[in-house]
């Protein structure tokens, strides 16, 4: 099985709704990451949680946010989904090594 | 801010060889490179340490200038399965990664 896994794998929604992406992980470690990636543009931080209680903001956090429900899963929300977020989105656990879930790939129409 | 990578794309025959260069404008911690094939997610290769000590993958190799706050990963003797996008990843001290936009490398045979 996967250390981390990531659901939905694809999803088209159109403008306006809220979504929700989510991260499990297996792998005991207490940080998380929600990363998007753009073509040309590299991974872009979000979101991250160094623990259950602490929620922290990328570089890129507006029109996102974040729940970690505990140690395994930490969930990304988009609360009004806008074409400008289309986009590669993965998260991702560890410390010194940072493990990629597969991605979510999002397409807002 | 992101690092800045060069170059953007190289293309080798295999057992060729190719430098990947990273430079930030801030003074660095740490610097993590990841490498991730299409269609997949970014896999970690090594991370290099102020203070020199380096941590990864066998036979590709890194350095880690701290003065200059750059660092270069060396691709020796490349092989078909080196194809990918190369990402520097660049950590201050606060524990999370910028990653610049990344390097395409394709080995042909």
């Known amino acids: 099985d996967a250390d981390v896994t990531q659901t939905p794998r694809n999803r088209i929604t159109k403008t306006g709704k809220r979504i929700m992406l989510e991260c499990s992980q297996t792998k005991g470690h207490d940080r998380m990451y929600w990363y998007r990636q753009d073509p040309g543009l590299g991974l872009r931080l979000i979101y991250y949680?160094?623990?259950?209680?602490?929620?922290n903001k990328g570089e890129i956090s507006d029109g996102y946010s974040v729940s970690r429900q505990a140690q395994a899963k930490f969930s990304l929300s988009l609360e009004s989904a806008i074409p400008n977020q289309t986009a590669l989105y993965f998260c991702?656990?560890?410390?010194?090594?940072?493990?990629f879930g597969p991605g979510t790939r999002l397409t807002v129409l | 801010q992101q690092p800045v990578q060069s170059p953007q794309a190289v293309i080798l025959r295999e057992g060729e060889d190719a430098v990947i260069n990273c430079s930030s404008s801030k003074a660095l911690y740490s610097v993590h490179w990841y490498r991730q094939k299409h269609g997949e997610a970014p896999v970690f290769l090594m991370i290099?340490?102020?203070?020199?000590e380096q941590k990864g993958h066998e036979k590709i190799s890194a350095s880690f200038n701290e003065k200059k706050q750059q660092s270069s990963l060396y691709l020796t003797a490349s092989q078909l399965s080196y194809s990918g996008t190369y990402f520097c990843?660049?950590?201050?001290?606060?524990?999370?990664?910028?990653f610049g936009a990344g390097t395409t490398v394709t080995v042909r045979a």
């Open positions: 991702a656990t560890g410390s010194d090594t940072q493990y």
């Open positions: 990843g660049t950590e201050k001290d606060d524990y999370k990664l910028s």
């Open positions: 949680s160094f623990d259950v209680k602490d929620i």
């Open positions: 290099l340490l102020k203070g020199g």
